[in-house]
């Protein structure tokens, strides 16, 4: 390690040293730095690349508000990029490599790009890439996509888990420096169940940073007193390494880095864990973020914040310099000549705007060169500071040699949570800041967070708001506590910008905003700080403008002639920080989100070679190919023929299966359906539509009634949840009075599809005398309840296939060995399984809508089900289905098609239009929805949705399909192509 720059003290451990690597440099830090600390402990500077022109850039805070030092940690499948040194704790082994380079940091081709600065100026993108049009995708989007971007993804999958978690509180504190500390000590003691969440990995927040006494102690011994009663108090709960994302209706998103300060996670432990927090009450001590001021070269690698210049000798005992110049325009950043001269620190200047400050302010620079009425013009330099040079009060030029230039503009209090609610930034003059306005009743702002910057402010106001919050929860602890702290200069005069610099000078370090974006903006017309944000791109780099949007806003104010509080701000969402898609998601990834889910005879499929298809969750057999067969279609035509001639089985056990029982159950479906169940006998199948409450058709399917009170409804594989949702919502919400009890029983029936011409005979020589399958006794539509052996089954007499068919139903346990029962029953009948292929041309050929019908765009009548809605009730979507544009005649309906060459193919998706008319959006008549080979026809055919479609049957219509170069003639035909008598399904 480099020991020039690793001072003594700090809050680090020095018995416990971590190495780590940057860009393959092996350097060693210790327990406590964080990576940033770490490398300006080993003197490095340049630490990155700008987003657009690739200036070198080094550390310019050290918190979460940086914007240069983003860097890729890990590797392989842990590799994150876009990462803050700042925020990062240094752990053993740690791998980071900076990003936006190539080949290498120092060495940066792309820095090119900043010989076309003149060219690369606010809104070029809207300027340069607009012709020819041609050009974008093939030439202007390639290269925009290459150049841009700040690190990479690895592309694999992330082998971490994250969680989620909910908390409830009275009282939440964000943020643990001495505002959140003294609150939650105050509500904590009151008997106040407190969440306090901190960010950082240490509590103490500034007292970490700065020297200063708090009843006689230092303030970092009183942040570990105070975190050490607190961790004893049983109503407390710490949450640190943790950042509140947002404020949402009476719930706060919290995300938890559990093992972000580890390599590798330990076994069974989140590496992130996602909180929803609902507090009775909220108080946010955030802080306050330091203002930069806008000069020319203020991106240097050794331009600083001084508040981070106090952090890293204080707390980190790490130099970020040797020979500093101090440019503060207000009193808190004379606090860095005092602390980096303690450290050794030389300082050759302190810049200061004003032309008088107080003498005990100026007491703080000793006998270090001091000029007021002056300020700094230009940063000079490469890949780091070399000299600074101001302009004093007389206007003559100075030039200083220095590795480290220390700025502060003022601070902005940190309100952007207190906003995410609608709540707004108010401008205070006497603060030269925005303070919130408007925040949620039950949030409280306390410390620097409300403009309140000292810290006898921030004690008294934390345990002020602690106590009077946990009073309000019910928890009196009498007056809130007193602390005696150290005396504090706070008085600011704002520069937001040095005029006459000589390089550029830049408002948003990270998206590279510079002062003459700002200026060409407002020429322009981009004046509205909303329209200045996306001309410019000023606040919307990953910091979201935290040290830069305050500047833009002030300079455009000034540019306008307006003052700051007519100006405005702009409006902040969540989330306030970066949160990983993976944390939102918690454990419901991959396939704990969307399981594989397996029918009961799924082994036996796989046996009788089947080709699988994903249908919602389930796995279903999409064909079942014989030797010699090799194409799909080969072996579907020969399934569609058997059930057709002989007997076919098919598994439909992930059509959802709903049980409903009760005395009210006809009345509750004949409110769900369009047409009428009260009437429905005891043994009997009705189909049935249903509607969503606009009066679009929501799902279709049967319903059985196996007893008086007790129902079995049917639904599409696809709709079977929402479908279940629906009857919940109106039970529970609409109609809870009627006496009606739910429950999906999908998993725990399997069922299968016997259809055929010998389908009776099959499922009569599987029962034996056991049941009697005659037409009397189960006629068409019929259904009951028989043993199977000694096992409980049910038949219904329904028929997707137009064919003579059965449904037979039995416990999940038993659907494998049904399966197998079935083949060897059929063995002598020429039976064959079937699967969603042939069992989709078989509904193609009878017509039967199904999911590319049911589209969310079809109405009961598009679909030829128009006279199945009931006049004589009422029922969900009756009255939004008869609004005018429901009803009108020139809607597309549903009818068949066959092309007048029976050699040309149909496919899904082709638009339909009168011949010889010019196909454009104005003409079209409609489009296929669903198309299949028709063995029974020997030719294609397909269903679709045309206007006046039923009306045109025996007229030909154009088939128009661009995509895939198709033009062609078809017959309009009735929908149902086989069968349409229905004598077969009768038997």
Request: include cysteine; proline fraction near 5%; hydrophobic fraction near 40%.
């Amino acid at each position: 390690m480099s020991t020039s720059s690793r001072l003594s003290g700090g809050l680090i451990d020095r018995g416990k040293p971590l190495r780590f690597s940057f860009d393959g440099k092996r350097m060693t830090g210790y327990a406590g730095d964080t990576l940033a600390s770490a490398l300006v402990a080993n003197g490095t500077r340049l630490v990155g690349r700008s987003f657009k022109y690739h200036r070198p850039r080094g550390i310019f805070t050290a918190g979460p508000e940086e914007p240069n030092a983003l860097v890729e940690l890990r590797s392989g499948a842990r590799c994150e990029p876009n990462t803050k040194a700042t925020t990062v704790e240094l752990y053993d082994g740690l791998e980071a490599h900076s990003q936006n380079r190539w080949p290498s940091l120092a060495f940066d081709l792309h820095a090119v790009h900043q010989l076309g600065s003149p060219l690369l100026v606010a809104g070029f993108y809207y300027k340069t890439f607009m012709w020819p049009a041609s050009f974008w995708e093939k030439l202007y989007e390639p290269l925009i996509r290459r150049s841009a971007g700040l690190g990479s993804l690895s592309g694999e999958a992330d082998p971490d888990a994250y969680e989620k978690a909910m908390a409830f509180c009275d009282l939440l504190i964000v943020g643990a420096g001495p505002a959140g500390l003294a609150a939650a000590l105050a509500a904590g003691r009151a008997g106040a169940r407190v969440i306090l969440v901190e960010e950082d990995f240490r509590l103490g927040g500034r007292l970490l940073s700065e020297v200063c006494e708090i009843d006689g102690t230092s303030g970092a011994n009183w942040a570990e007193q105070a975190e050490a009663e607190l961790a004893s108090l049983g109503n407390v709960r710490i949450l640190r390494r943790a950042n509140v994302f947002g404020i949402y209706d009476d719930e706060v998103g919290v995300l938890e880095r559990v093992a972000d300060h580890l390599p590798v996670p330990p076994a069974f432990t989140p590496r992130q864990r996602l909180w929803k927090i609902m507090p009775r009450e909220t108080l946010l001590a955030t802080g306050a973020i330091e203002r930069p001021i806008v000069f020319g070269g203020n991106d240097r690698p050794g331009v600083m914040l001084a508040s981070a210049a106090r952090t890293y000798v204080n707390r980190f005992a790490a130099a970020p310099g040797h020979r500093a110049v101090v440019f503060t325009s207000g009193d808190d950043g004379w606090r860095s000549v005092a602390d980096l001269t303690r450290a050794g620190v030389g300082i050759a200047a302190v810049v200061d705007p004003r032309r008088e400050v107080a003498a005990s302010v100026r007491a703080l620079a000793g006998n270090v060169p001091v000029h007021l009425g002056a300020s700094v013009t230009d940063a000079i330099g490469g890949r780091r500071l070399r000299s600074v040079e101001i302009v004093d009060a007389a206007g003559k030029r100075h030039s200083f040699e220095a590795d480290l230039l220390t700025v502060s503009g003022g601070w902005n209090p940190n309100i952007a949570l207190a906003t995410h609610l609608g709540g707004k930034g108010e401008w205070r003059d006497d603060l030269s800041a925005f303070v919130a306005a408007g925040a949620p009743k039950s949030m409280t702002l306390a410390g620097a967070a409300a403009g309140r910057f000292t810290l006898a402010q921030a004690l008294e106001d934390g345990a002020r708001w602690g106590v009077e919050a946990a009073s309000r929860c019910g928890h009196s602890s009498g007056s809130p506590p007193s602390y005696r702290a150290s005396d504090e200069a706070f008085a600011v005069s704002p520069l937001w910008q040095v005029v006459g610099a000589r390089t550029k000078a830049f408002v948003d370090l990270q998206n590279d905003v510079t002062a003459e974006d700002v200026a060409i903006s407002a020429r322009e017309g981009f004046r509205s700080v909303e329209h200045l944000k996306r001309y410019t791109t000023l606040g919307m780099a990953t910091d979201q403008g935290k040290t830069s949007n305050v500047n833009g806003l002030a300079m455009m104010a000034a540019l306008t002639g307006r003052d700051i509080a007519a100006t405005g701000t702009t409006r902040v969402r969540p989330p306030q920080v970066p949160v990983a898609i993976a944390a939102f998601g918690g454990l419901s990834t991959g396939k704990h989100f969307k399981p594989t889910r397996l029918t009961a005879s799924h082994d036996w499929a796989i046996e009788q070679g089947a080709t699988f298809v994903e249908t919602g969750q389930w796995l279903r057999a999409q064909w079942f190919a014989k030797p010699g067969e090799t194409d799909w279609l080969q072996s579907v035509v020969r399934e569609v023929n058997a059930v057709r001639s002989a007997v076919g089985i098919c598994d439909v056990s992930t059509l959802g299966k709903i049980a409903l029982c009760g005395a009210d159950v006809g009345t509750f479906l004949d409110r769900v359906y369009i047409n009428t169940f009260s009437t429905l006998a005891v043994g009997k199948v009705r189909y049935g539509v249903m509607l969503r409450e606009d009066g679009f058709v929501m799902d279709d399917g049967t319903t059985a009634r196996l007893a008086d009170d007790h129902y079995v409804m049917s639904t599409t594989t696809a709709n079977a949840v929402k479908v279940m949702q629906h009857l919940e919502f109106c039970h529970q919400v609409l109609w809870p009075e009627l006496d009606v009890q739910m429950v999906s029983v999908t998993e725990q029936w399997a069922q299968v599809s016997v259809a055929g011409p010998k389908a009776r005979v099959l499922l009569q020589k599987l029962f034996g005398d056991s049941a009697d399958l005659s037409d009397a006794a189960l006629p068409y539509m019929g259904c009951g309840e028989y043993q199977l052996g000694g096992v409980p089954a049910r038949l219904f007499r329904i028929s997707f296939s137009g064919e003579l068919a059965y449904e037979i139903a039995v416990p999940a346990g038993y659907g494998d060995a049904l399966m197998r029962a079935l083949m060897a029953a059929g063995e002598g009948l020429g039976v064959v399984p079937y699967g969603t292929e042939a069992l989709g041309v078989m509904r193609i050929e009878k017509g039967h809508a199904a999911g590319n019908e049911l589209s969310g765009q079809t109405v009961a009548r598009d679909l030829g089900l128009g006279r199945m809605m009931s006049t004589k009730k009422d029922f969900v979507g009756r009255v939004m289905a008869g609004r005018p544009a429901l009803i009108d005649p020139q809607r597309p309906t549903l009818i068949g098609l066959r092309p007048v060459d029976r050699t040309t193919r149909l496919r899904n998706g082709a638009h339909l239009f009168t011949p010889g008319v010019t196909p454009s959006p104005e003409t079209d008549q409609g489009y296929i929805t669903s198309s299949a080979f028709s063995p029974s026809l020997g030719h294609w055919i397909a269903l679709a949705l045309l206007v006046r479609g039923p009306e045109r049957i025996g007229e030909r219509i154009r088939v128009y399909d661009p995509i895939r170069s198709e033009d062609y003639e078809a017959e309009i035909v009735s929908p149902v192509f086989v069968d349409p008598e229905g004598g077969r399904l009768r038997g």
